[in-house]
């Protein structure tokens, strides 16, 4: 096996490049992700290597991309389409919540659909209105769909592997604002050594920072925030644990409890608005859980409940690292 420092970008292309190897199935689809490499250069190089039959520049028309990723995949096909900015969603939505998550049940297990939606989501890059959303808890109150975001380079790459490989539609949230963040990815050389670098299961949290006061939970662009708290915390004598939550539906609710049982204390942080957010649920399920065991209450720390504000406001809507540290202020006073 061999390690190297790459950004979240390169790692998801270089996870794309290594699937369409592996697999004359998969293919790749989205409004300009062949001549171009996507807006964000994702796919940069995939088409010239693989060709325009397998990496597809389609139409503006997102219902269009994946109701033909939904045909593709009937006809055995993997499909692999990006959804351009996070809130370009919803002209999809009724493809993928209607059909897309329900064919599995429809057919009693007959017929399954492995597509995999990539959608770049989150705010962070000055961007305009329906550039900066983060939908991800609309998508995982939907039975059938699998909802992750990778924070840093190496789940990026392993995680965009599982997924592809899974049977069942997978809705693959990319931090756009980590893109360019760099971390080491351990590539596997053979197919015998692949089992050893991966690191984990798909839906599986990971504990990123150990701690004994507090648990700090979150996913995507979040975790880096919370790390920079923990840290913060720790020159104030306060011992934070960050969990990388990497899965939003199915939620490792083990992997929260077994962390709050030895906490005692627990904040849930994520960019999308705090009301009716995936938090919400992480909140109320480890209440029950865990009402022995907690301290104080849940805390969330998130967006605000409104529309996502121009770009020169959002530096006041994103939760930050003052807004991190008085959560974990006020729940260890309790």
């Known amino acids: 096996m061999a390690a190297e420092k790459v950004a979240l970008a390169k790692a998801i292309n270089e996870s794309l490049r290594r699937a369409m190897e592996s697999d004359p199935k998969v293919l790749i689809m989205g409004e300009d992700v062949g001549k171009l490499g996507g807006v964000f250069r994702v796919t940069d190089g995939l088409q010239k290597d693989f060709g325009e039959e397998r990496v597809i520049d389609t139409p503006l028309a997102e219902s269009g991309i994946v109701g033909t990723a939904i045909g ?16 370009f969603v919803f002209p999809a939505y009724d493809q993928i919540v209607t059909q897309l998550a329900k ?12 597509v995999v939606v990539r959608i770049p989501y989150g705010g962070g890059i000055g961007a305009v209105e329906h550039h900066s959303e983060s939908p991800e808890a609309l998508f995982a109150h939907v039975a059938g769909l699998k909802v ?27 931090p756009k604002r980590r893109y360019w963040d760099k971390g080491e990815v351990t590539w596997s050389t053979s197919s015998s050594d692949a089992d050893d670098a991966i690191p984990g299961p798909l ?8 701690g004994s006061d507090l648990t700090l939970v979150a996913y995507g662009p979040m975790v880096k925030v919370c790390l920079e708290a923990a840290a913060a915390a720790q020159e104030e ?18 992997s929260v409890q077994a962390s709050v049982e030895k906490t005692r204390h627990l904040v849930v942080v994520h960019e999308a608005p705090v009301f ?15 009402f022995y065991h907690l301290e104080a209450p849940v805390l969330r720390v998130g967006g605000y409940h ?27 006073a309790y």
């Not at 839906?203 to 150990?210: G, L, P």
């Open 148 to 174: 992750v975001s990778p924070s840093n380079a190496s789940d990026a790459f392993w995680m965009m592997q599982q997924a592809i490989q899974s049977d069942d539609p997978v809705i693959f949230f990319e």
């Open 276 to 290: 009716l957010g995936t938090g919400a649920e992480i909140a109320a399920r480890i209440t029950e859980r865990c």
């Open 237 to 254: 004598g306060k011992s934070i644990e960050v969990l990388d939550l990497r899965s939003m539906s199915p939620i490792d609710f083990d």
């Open 306 to 332: 409104v529309p996502y504000p121009p770009a020169r406001l959002e530096e006041e809507y994103l939760p930050g690292l003052d807004r991190v540290l008085d959560a974990v202020d006020r729940s260890l």
């Open 203 to 210: 839906h599986k949290a990971t504990v990123v920072r150990e």
């Open 72 to 87: 593709l995949a009937l006809r055995g096909y993997r499909p692999v389409v990006e959804i351009q900015f996070d809130g």
């Open 103 to 114: 064919m599995h049940a429809r057919a009693l297990g007959k017929i399954k659909l492995p």
